[in-house]
């Protein structure tokens, strides 16, 4: 089991643009958050998907939106991109209430 | 509203040395408490929560509720402990996880 893969590593837009990221989470998982960490930052949580309904979601603009598809693996879609959403973005799995396993990030740099 | 504080941004011992990486939180109700940490080049990962009441890697952290401090503690730090600490609070879960509230994580330099 590779654990949580996030799909792209680097990715670079231009302002006003839209992008999406993927993740896929460990086996057996079946809820998906995704966290946003800026530079010299924690990871800050942005929303949470489980049974591919929206069940949590974090101080962000409606900017921000996902996706859980029917095999749990789930995207992360940002779309008008400002310069201030230049961040990493991580996925976390888990099943039910048990530890949250995160990916290696995707680095997003808005330009 | 929910607040991790790390007041330390870094932390540097020597080797052998006893480490404590400081942690405060704010939260109406009962939380769970935990730390993680990222090693250079690597994703983050767990390394204790405080309701399984585990010592990791000789790493411990005691849930002090009266003054909202979750500290993790050390007695001899060790080089390969140099890394990112974050901590980390969540709500009750009630069947499934609930979100993550991150402090700013410390780094500690553990010097040979």
């Known amino acids: 089991d590779a654990g949580v893969t996030q799909s792209p590593t680097h990715l670079i837009k231009t302002r006003g643009q839209q992008v999406t990221l993927r993740c896929s989470p460990k086996?057996?998982?079946?809820?998906v958050s995704w966290y946003q960490q800026a530079l010299g930052q924690g990871p800050q949580f942005i929303f949470q998907y489980y049974e591919e309904e929206e069940r949590q979601r974090g101080n962000f603009p409606d900017r921000f939106s996902g996706h859980q598809f029917p095999n749990y693996s789930s995207e992360l879609n940002v779309n008008a991109l400002l310069l201030g959403d230049s961040a990493l973005y991580l996925c976390?799995?888990?099943?039910?209430?048990?530890?949250?396993?995160f990916g290696p990030g995707t680095r997003l740099t808005v330009t | 509203a929910q607040r991790v504080t790390q007041p330390e941004k870094l932390l540097s011992v020597f080797k052998g040395a006893p480490v404590e990486l400081k942690c405060n939180y704010s939260y109406s109700g009962s939380p769970e408490l935990f730390w993680y940490v990222q090693y250079s080049r690597q994703r983050l990962q767990l390394l204790l929560r405080?309701?399984s009441r585990e010592s990791i890697k000789g790493f411990t952290a005691d849930l002090n509720k009266g003054e909202t401090s979750f500290h993790l503690k050390k007695p001899f730090a060790q080089e390969e402990d140099s890394a990112m600490y974050y901590c980390a609070l969540s709500g009750t879960t009630q069947g499934g996880s609930e979100k993550l509230v991150f402090g700013k994580g410390t780094k500690l330099t553990v010097n040979p």
């Open positions: 976390a799995s888990s099943f039910r209430g048990n530890e949250q396993y």
């Open positions: 405080h309701i």
């Open positions: 086996s057996g998982h079946d809820t």
